[in-house]
């Protein structure tokens, strides 16, 4: 089970991916920075918050997963 520092960890890596690609799309669509970065903050905001939520509650989800120790070859 995932730690919360590494949950946050992973959701701030994977926004960061996120926030590019809003910010490049809307850019394209709009040809303006300010509403670019308005969408990408609104849009990042909530998506940060609902990926912690995720990734906490699959924590808690057993399914598909064993108690065996990974081997190494």
Not at 16 to 39: P, Q
Request: aromatic letters at 8%.
């Amino acid at each position: 089970m995932d730690k919360n520092v590494r949950s946050i960890a992973k959701t701030a890596t994977w926004r960061v991916i996120g926030i590019g690609t809003t910010l490049g799309v809307t850019y394209l669509l709009t040809g303006s920075i300010g509403i670019s970065l308005a969408v990408a903050g609104v849009r990042e905001g909530i998506a940060i918050l609902g990926y912690f939520i995720h990734e906490r509650i699959w924590n808690r989800v057993r399914w598909g997963t064993t108690d065996e120790p990974i081997r190494k070859n």
